[in-house]
């Protein structure tokens, strides 16, 4: 009988991983050298279930799903949108709650309400171009920043940004607000469309687990 193959997982890294093993844990998924904090292993196996898990950088999450060097990703929406991979969207995780947005200073209100030509930095420009030009229909220069968006308007760089929105404090204590609402966001899992075929019944039975757990209904 053929040995059953590993299932590999690609985890953002950061807050969202770390929701991720809780909530796998609760479905009896552990990987305990996972945990240690100062390893410097890229690699986690679990021989049992016959699992592995590797972090890697948000944005290249839905790239190693889309190649099938990860069977399964749990990743942002955000990058999700902006990444624009091949891959199927299958489980939104309701954690890692927040909201996509336009921020600027108050002033800048006027300037999306008057479709004036502004500069938009931003982490997400498929993302923001995609707002802007096909559902506000407003022209504007989209500058690429990699982070420390808020910074943009303060220094002048931009007159908005188009940013992620959590609690809200980096935008309090650099002085600006929300100004408008792209989309809400939250945690999803991704898979490989060739995995999704080839690992159907491990890879459903997984979701129907962290479903139940989650508390997500049909
Ligand atoms: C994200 C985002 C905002 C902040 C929002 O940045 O880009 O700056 O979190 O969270 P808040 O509403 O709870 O303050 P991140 O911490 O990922 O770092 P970055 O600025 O380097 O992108």
Not at 116 to 125: D, N
Not at 162 to 180: A, F, H, K, M, P
Not at 202 to 209: K, N
């Amino acid at each position: 009988m053929d040995e059953q193959r590993y299932l590999t997982f690609a985890l953002g890294k950061g807050r969202l991983a770390k929701q991720t093993l809780r909530t796998f844990e609760k479905i009896g998924i552990t990987c305990e050298e996972m945990k240690d904090p100062d390893t410097r292993k890229l690699i986690f196996v679990n021989e049992d279930l016959k699992l592995r898990f590797f972090l890697a950088k948000g944005p290249d999450v839905p790239t190693y799903v889309e190649y099938g060097a990860a069977d399964i990703g749990i990743v942002g929406e955000d990058t999700i949108l902006e990444e624009a991979r091949n891959i199927y969207e299958v489980l939104d995780l309701g954690f890692g709650k927040c909201r996509m947005c336009v921020c600027g200073p108050r002033e800048s209100k006027e300037l999306l309400e008057h479709q004036e030509l502004i500069r938009v930095a931003t982490k997400y420009p498929r993302i923001a171009k995609n707002y802007f030009y096909n559902q506000k229909h407003q022209t504007v220069e989209i500058i690429k920043l990699n982070g420390s968006i808020e910074l943009a308007p303060i220094v002048g760089l931009s007159e908005v940004i188009v940013d992620i929105v959590e609690t809200g404090s980096t935008l309090r204590e650099n002085g600006l607000e929300v100004l408008e609402e792209v989309c809400p966001l939250s945690a999803r899992m991704v898979v490989n469309q060739v995995s999704m075929k080839m690992e159907y019944e491990r890879i459903t039975q997984l979701i129907t687990d962290l479903k139940s757990v989650l508390s997500i209904s049909e």
